[in-house]
T-cell receptor, first 117, second 111 residues
Framework: GAVVSQHPSRVICKSGTSVKIECRSL??????MFWYRQFPKQSLMLMAT?????????EQGVEKDKFLINHASLTLSTLTVTSAHPEDSSFYIC?????????????FGPGTRLTVL | SQKIEQNSEALNIQEGKTATLTCNYT??????LQWYRQDPGRGPVFLLL?????KEKRKERLKVTFDTTLKQSLFHITASQPADSATYLC??????????FGAGTTVTVRA
């Protein structure tokens, strides 16, 4: 149990375009989903927290108009990187929590490697 | 400000030995601490959670201790195997189920 998927696993786009990343909890209902960014040899940095049906809460320094998060259901959250630039190139990882009996644990997706040319 | 430090970026050990990783934190009073494993190009995988009122927890060849006085957690991999080679992250809880991660320690187990 506690499987989280992400799609796509890898995306290359041109500067100025928008990219959507999907995060799904496959076998449990996620009360909360989190979006992280990870640069090479660095730790995970939390970008935002989202709960189904409500607006996402963004961490300090993260532009909410650039990183649009939609959490439409208990199993799906999407992150859209708008007007992407080369500095947005990174490894984006989502996680989900809410598995019964393990509510304090986050289960991570496999990540999405974004390269902006 | 809150800070999490994990010992040395890399740890190289011989197969069969015990790897010991350290996670120290300051300006925190976490209710629990978690350890994750991350392989290159992959998302972290949950290993163990230990709560502030627990001193030690085990799972197969893994053992975690939590000393809230020292503000430190130790993570042990006993009888290490090459398949244990990965980066190990410690994470502390913040408010609202958020986690703050350390930078990780990369373990390489030599056959």
């Amino acid at each position: 149990g506690a499987v989280v998927s992400q799609h796509p696993s890898r995306v290359i786009c041109k500067s100025g375009t928008s990219v959507k990343i999907e995060c799904r909890s496959l076998d449990f209902q996620a009360t909360t989903m989190f979006w992280y960014r990870q640069f090479p040899k660095q730790s995970l940095m939390l970008m935002a927290t989202s709960n189904e049906g409500s607006k996402a809460t963004y961490e300090q320094g993260v532009e909410k108009d650039k990183f649009l998060i939609n959490h439409a259901s208990l199993t799906l959250s999407t992150l859209t990187v708008t007007s992407a630039h080369p500095e947005d190139s990174s490894f984006y990882i989502c996680s989900a929590s809410g598995l019964a009996g393990y509510t304090d644990t986050q289960y991570f997706g496999p990540g999405t490697r974004l390269t902006v040319l | 400000s809150q800070k999490i430090e994990q010992n040395s970026e890399a740890l190289n050990i011989q197969e069969g030995k015990t790897a010991t990783l350290t996670c120290n934190y300051t300006n925190y009073s976490p209710a629990y601490l978690q350890w994750y494993r991350q392989d290159p190009g992959r998302g972290p995988v949950f290993l163990l959670l230990i709560r502030e009122n627990e001193k030690e927890k085990r799972k197969e060849r893994l053992k975690v201790t939590f000393d809230t006085t020292l503000k430190q957690s130790l993570f042990h991999i006993t009888a290490s195997q090459p398949a244990d080679s990965a980066t190990y992250l410690c994470a502390l809880d913040l408010d609202d189920y958020k986690l703050s991660f350390g930078a990780g320690t990369t373990v390489t187990v030599r056959a």
